[in-house]
């Protein structure tokens, strides 16, 4: 409004002067409303770009996602720097490879020598050692060929009756073309290498010069998964008697449909299961009536464990809060006062692994509590500025018994890391292979990734209990099982 037009008005008398000041209150207040409109609009917006952002910025720091889905703009996972070089240190210990004993030695080459610097010619009556001989012991393959046994069922005539009769062959050698060691060394490749079935075909044939076809390496991974059946079962009996196991689950396929790879394992035993979902059905049809501890994430599917029962992953707690330190106002503090605690709670239990001191973790548990239960509840407490953590929060403060398991429970670790690196081998199988075509092919994988896993746990070969396997399985004699 120019200053003529104002004059005008107030010329015209009260009236008009309070008609135009009303008019202009009107508007401010339209305005006033259409600004505060725009900034709850602005402030929506903000927080969901910011949820984006957080999204986007999702790693395996900071989420379950495994390391393989990081973005090329992920932070690197390595320790922090020490300013040393890489490799050996200057003035650290050597280790080098140390020799076999005499017995294990296949053959001796003595190599004397020819002349000495003088230009002296040695003879052979002057070849008489002078101390202790240099020693150098070198490793090689023999020669691998396939050996070709064939069995020949003979018929003969019988003096009485002129009938012909012909002779069976026995049950271990008429079941398959192929041996139980090299059935064994195929399904070791496929399953602990994880190698294809094409690659096996060339394999066997480059290595072993073996003719086998891609479907003849599934018929053998087919029979090798008939013959651990019994093993299989009782894998499953053993941990559900077990004082404390981890439990975990991941994802998996059968032509192309969902579906779950359920594993369960203690310090020398593994039983991995394919189920059609991730539900808690499936977690107790798994563990049954057992008693033992179970250590997993925070999963629902577990929620019906007793607490007492329970231990929560502190590795996936510390990725959670993780999440929240990267938040902001009090959601940020939530997550900086979580990872301030699981590194306490880590560095107790590495005490108690070098001192073995129970009673010194237990004080040091409680002092944890008392000192940290206080600020959860803090934060789970119904207030605008929780809406980001209190969810968390409160999980916690429900769960709260089952954090804290492994310091009154011998073998009881804080982490679920032993069942997350034992279904590894399982989950790169499935990124290679795309996972099962059938059901029956899930059984089989399953069988299989047991038998390997609990080998590994064990320290044994894989290769040598195949065999063993494969090779009672066929005269029909009982199967080994994996005690």
Request: hydrophobic share 35%; aromatic share 6%.
């Amino acid at each position: 409004m120019e200053r003529a037009e104002a004059e005008a008005i107030y010329d015209q008398g009260r009236e008009a002067v309070v008609e135009v000041l009303l008019a202009m209150d009107r508007r401010i207040q339209q305005l006033e409303a259409h600004v505060a409109r725009q900034d709850e609009r602005i402030a929506k917006q903000d927080e969901r770009i910011a949820q984006l952002e957080r999204r986007l910025n999702r790693s395996s720091k900071n989420s379950s996602q495994p390391p393989s889905a990081d973005g090329p703009g992920a932070p690197k996972r390595s320790k922090d720097p020490s300013g040393r070089p890489r490799g050996g240190q200057i003035g650290h210990e050597g280790k080098g490879r140390p020799f076999l004993p005499a017995w294990a030695v296949d053959e001796v080459v003595e190599h004397w020598p020819e002349h000495c610097s003088c230009g002296h010619v040695f003879g052979e009556d002057e070849r008489v050692a002078v101390g202790d001989p240099l020693r150098h012991q070198v490793e090689e393959l023999p020669l691998i060929t396939i050996k070709v046994t064939e069995h020949r069922a003979q018929r003969v005539r019988c003096p009485g009756c002129e009938e012909r009769t012909r002779a069976e062959l026995p049950r271990e050698v008429s079941q398959s073309a192929f041996g139980p060691r090299l059935e064994a060394a195929i399904a070791t490749l496929s399953v602990r290498n994880r190698v294809s079935r094409r690659d096996a075909v060339e394999l066997c044939e480059e290595l072993f010069g073996s003719r086998i076809s891609t479907g003849t390496v599934d018929g053998i991974l087919t029979r090798a998964g008939e013959a651990l059946s019994d093993p299989h079962a009782d894998l499953l009996e053993r941990l559900r008697c077990a004082h404390a196991v981890n439990m975990d689950e991941t994802g998996w396929r059968t032509a192309g449909e969902r579906r779950a790879l359920w594993g369960i394992f203690d310090d020398r035993h593994g039983y991995l299961h394919v189920a059609k979902d991730r539900h808690e059905d499936r977690a107790k049809e798994l563990l049954a009536d057992t008693k033992a501890i179970v250590t997993s994430d925070r999963w629902w599917a577990y929620s019906h464990l007793p607490l007492a029962r329970r231990q929560l992953c502190w590795a996936h707690l510390k990725r959670d809060f993780a999440a929240h330190a990267e938040g902001l106002g009090t959601e940020k503090e939530f997550g900086q006062r979580g990872l301030e605690l699981c590194d306490r709670v880590f560095w107790a239990a590495e005490v108690f692994k070098h001192t073995r001191d129970r009673r010194a973790l237990e004080l040091t548990v409680r002092r944890l509590q008392r000192e940290y239960k206080p600020l959860i509840r803090g934060y789970a407490a119904k207030r605008a500025r929780n809406r980001h953590c209190r969810g968390m929060a409160r999980n916690l403060l429900k769960a709260w018994p089952a954090l804290w398991t492994f310091a009154k429970h011998p073998g009881v670790e804080p982490t679920n890391n032993h069942a997350e690196r034992a279904l590894r081998s399982a989950v790169i199988y499935r990124k290679i292979s795309l996972g099962s075509q059938s059901e029956a092919g899930e059984l089989r994988t399953a069988r299989l990734f047991s038998a390997h896993t609990t080998c590994r746990l064990q320290g044994r070969s894989l290769f040598v209990y195949l065999t063993d396997v494969i090779g009672t399985h066929a005269r029909g004699d009982p199967v080994p099982l994996l005690s």
